[in-house]
């Protein structure tokens, strides 16, 4: 594939991801803070994200588990998820979040639970879906050319 | 915050984009917040502008470098930290006699939630995320405020 199809692509890819909402303007923000000075922003903040979003998830698994449920630490951790993932946009995942911290309130486990699952999934798929476009980014600068905003 | 008598702000916003950074290199900012994520988003705004903030991750620590005689112009301060959290620091930094602007910045966005977080000291209450006209509105304030204690 050419360069300019390569660009016209990572375009397409990146408004699909906005129109699904699965990215929001926060995302361009993040972007629009990346300079020549700081040229691997973006990538440094996801991969912030990924990390706080993996041991978030592991340890609400954990708190979910357990005998008599802390719902003021699920909800705690939620809260956090909710917070990184607003930060960079990822919107599909922080509504799953608002969600779940109504059943925190109501104290209710199964809610919790499939919230869980469901913020699981959702990251998961953000997750991939950012991998891609920075992969198409890679490529293009790989081959000369420069990202399309 | 009052502008004194005969106080004109209009003569500042005639700086030009490099004299802002430039003039914005004298400002000193602390952001405090428990989101390494977070910290690195503010982080990186500031500096856009030419700031240079300090961070640190929760109220006890902000409170420890007024202690040791530190000193911000600018204070963005998260409400939910472990330790000691928003409300509180914003408390004690105002019981020590802290007149910096302290602005709170949180992801909780019920009323009345930033109404408790105003009324423990702040000058100012956004909701997360920080953005470039939220921080061009606070240099804004701080420019009229370092004018105001000049002309005292």
Known sequence: ???????????????????????????????????????????????????????????????????????KRVDAHVHQLKGSSSSIGAQRVQKVCIAFRNYCEEQNIEGCVKCLQQVRHEYSLVKTKLESMFQLQQQILSAGGSIPM | M???????SSSLNMKSGEDKVNSNKNLSVLV?????????????????????????EDG??????????????????DKEMPVMNGVEAT???????????????????????????????????FEK?????????????LNKKNDDDNND
Do not use: W
């Open chain 2, 32 to 56: 405090v917040d428990d989101d390494p994520l977070i910290r690195m988003l503010h982080d990186m705004h500031l500096k856009k502008f030419g700031l240079n903030p300090q961070v640190v």
């Open chain 2, 91 to 125: 408390k004690e930094l105002r019981d020590m006699g802290i007149n910096s602007m302290i602005v709170g910045v949180t992801s909780r966005g019920l009323e009345i939630e930033m109404q408790d977080f105003m009324e423990s000291g702040l000058d100012f209450c």
């Open chain 2, 60 to 77: 006890k620590k902000a409170v420890d470098l007024f202690r040791i005689g530190a000193s911000f112009d600018l204070i963005l301060m």
């Open chain 2, 129 to 141: 995320p920080l953005t470039p006209d939220m921080i061009t509105f606070l240099l804004n304030e």
């Open chain 1, 1 to 71: 594939m050419d360069l300019v199809q390569l660009q016209r692509q990572l375009v397409d890819y990146k408004t699909s991801l906005y129109n699904e909402g699965f990215l929001d303007e926060q995302f361009t923000q993040l972007q629009e803070l990346q300079d020549e000075n700081n040229p691997d922003f973006v990538v440094e903040v996801v991969s912030l994200f990924f990390e706080d979003s993996e041991r978030l998830l592991n340890e609400l698994t954990k708190a979910l588990e357990q005998q008599s449920v802390d719902f």
């Open chain 2, 2 to 8: 009052v502008l004194g008598n005969g106080a004109s």
